[in-house]
């Protein structure tokens, strides 16, 4: 596979998985950091604050927002295109699986895990107290779906929109690593006469921008 995203509930390890991955395939790894950087040349400099801590901002039809949404998820699904059309990525979160879906050389990877187990993750990995992980968790989990619903009419909680669903609570990381690693082996040049990322328009001023993030100037 050319791209592949990586959707995850929050505690489900995503991003621990996605650098294995990319460094296992030698791909570039492409995360709410690296989008926030590029998105920064563009002056849309507070979309992670806004994606991070406010779900309200994502779900309602308050129409003093209206714009300022607007003009950050265009920029957003401009960056993940962009990225896709450069090509041997992975790109983790950022409604990576909503922006290509339909794309036949994406790997569009869930991982997912029941509450609980989320939040006992949580809860080690930062140190915090049982209450404040769990309403963290479902904050996050509030975030994620307010702002797929909103923009991309995606049920967040499907996993059909995904090739390879996985459950982190029962599949051991190094196992659920060697899943995705195997699947994008499968196939690298897209199937048949479907779309693929090499059929996205690009920006050439962005598509400058990302090359430079990513050091990298060869579209793979």
């Given amino acids: 596979m050319s791209v592949i995203t990586i959707s995850r509930e929050?505690?489900?390890?995503?991003?621990?998985?996605?650098?294995?991955v990319a460094h296992a395939l030698g791909y570039h790894l492409v995360d709410k950091a690296f989008v926030s950087a590029v998105l920064r040349q563009y002056?849309?400099?507070?979309?992670?604050?806004?994606?991070e801590t406010q779900p309200g901002f994502w779900d309602g039809l308050d129409a003093q927002k209206a714009d300022r949404r607007d003009v950050m998820v265009r920029m957003l699904n401009l960056v993940v295109?962009?990225?896709?059309?450069?090509?041997?990525?992975?790109?983790?979160?950022?409604s990576g699986y909503a922006i290509l879906t339909g794309l036949s050389d994406?790997?569009?990877?869930?991982?997912?895990?029941?509450?609980?187990?989320?939040?006992?993750?949580?809860?080690?990995?930062?140190?915090?107290?049982?209450?404040?992980?769990?309403e963290l968790v479902k904050e996050k989990d509030a975030i994620r779906t307010?702002?797929?619903?909103?923009?991309?009419?995606?049920?967040?909680?499907?996993?059909?929109?995904?090739?390879?669903?996985?459950?982190?609570?029962?599949?051991p990381l190094d196992m659920a690593t060697a899943w995705v690693i195997d699947a994008a082996k499968l196939s690298r040049n897209g199937v048949g006469d479907k779309p693929t990322t090499r059929m996205i328009e690009i920006d050439s001023i962005m598509m400058q921008a990302v090359t430079e993030k990513l050091n990298c100037t060869t579209e793979h």
């Fill in 10 to 20: 929050f505690g489900s390890f995503g991003d621990v998985l996605a650098k294995r």
């Fill in 106 to 134: 994406v790997l569009h990877v869930r991982l997912q895990a029941p509450l609980d187990d989320r939040i006992a993750a949580i809860q080690a990995q930062q140190n915090i107290a049982l209450d404040v992980a769990t």
């Fill in 81 to 94: 295109r962009t990225v896709a059309r450069h090509g041997n990525a992975v790109i983790l979160g950022r």
């Fill in 146 to 171: 307010a702002f797929i619903k909103s923009f991309y009419s995606v049920p967040w909680a499907s996993s059909n929109s995904f090739d390879l669903a996985i459950n982190t609570a029962l599949v």
């Fill in 43 to 51: 002056g849309v400099a507070e979309f992670d604050l806004e994606y």
